[in-house]
């Protein structure tokens, strides 16, 4: 039988401060603090909220590539309501409903034990691989210099000096994304092909990007429209926009840098 584990993961940048993930074990039903995620050998499923920090990525290399299965918790826009559903079980556990880490940990275990219930796990819990531990941290990296990128050669256009700024960034962005290209033909099977398909050279790097980033962070192909959905590709109104799920912004970037790309 699988053990399972529920975190909520913590970080604080600045030195001397607590940054201890805490964990929650339902099977003994107890709360302990670990500095590390490798710490956590007796564990085979290992559960984290959204929060996946960078100190994070290196730790969930070595789990991984222990052979623990990770997932993570992919609503967090619920958490007001998940609190609220399990508010009696929280106060009776924590002995508080408000926001605390303990509570957190605890609340990803009821939240698992429901959708065991209703057969709807993969709906809350997403696995992480081998392949989001290795190229994810390039991706953010990515794009965080290509928005400081962006903000430098608005501000030269208003007239601001910003000397080599610019040739500097462009080849920080261009250095990165043929960082993520190396890593993902070696990691995702089948990827040059793909790109052929597309009509995308292996030299072109910004095509290559949006393809290995489209490919990481699409969590939805199970039907058309949930991809359409899911990449915020169209808006709607009224009762349906309501009922509208969070789109990826992320995955939504990296589409239409592959477009840009094909077209």
């Not at 290399?61 to 007001?80: A, D």
């Not at 990165?176 to 793909?194: C, F, N, S, T, W």
């Not at 050279?201 to 959905?229: F, K």
């Not at 926009?241 to 589409?255: E, V």
């Amino acid at each position: 039988m699988s053990r399972r584990i529920f975190i909520n993961t913590k970080w604080n940048p600045k030195k001397n401060q607590n940054s201890k993930h805490v964990c929650y074990d339902p099977e003994k039903d107890v709360f302990f603090e670990v500095d590390n995620l490798a710490e956590l050998k007796d564990y085979d499923e290992i559960y984290l909220d959204s929060s996946i920090f960078p100190n994070i990525w290196k730790q969930l290399r070595e789990v991984i590539s222990n052979g623990k299965s990770v997932y993570y918790f992919t609503k967090p826009w619920k958490w007001k309501e998940i609190r609220e559903r399990f508010r009696e079980d929280l106060k009776t556990r924590t002995g508080r409903v408000s926001k605390t880490d303990n509570g957190d940990a605890y609340l990803l275990g009821k939240v698992y034990e429901l959708s065991l219930v209703k057969n709807n796990t993969h709906r809350y819990f997403k696995p992480l691989t081998i392949i989001d531990v290795e190229l994810r941290p390039l991706l953010i990296e990515e794009e965080m210099f290509y928005n400081n990128l962006q903000r430098i050669r608005n501000a030269s256009i208003v007239g601001v000096d910003v000397g080599g700024g610019i040739r500097m960034l462009e080849k920080m962005v261009e250095d990165v994304r043929r960082e993520i290209v190396d890593r993902a033909i070696k990691l995702i099977p089948g990827l040059i092909d793909i790109a052929k398909n597309l009509g995308l050279d292996r030299n072109d790097s910004n095509g290559l990007t949006g393809l290995a980033g489209e490919l990481v962070y699409n969590r939805s192909t199970s039907s058309y429209s949930s991809s359409v959905r899911f990449h915020g590709l169209y808006k709607v109104k009224g009762y349906d926009a309501r009922r509208m799920k969070k789109y990826s912004d992320k995955a939504q970037r990296y589409l239409m840098m592959l477009t840009n790309a094909i077209l």
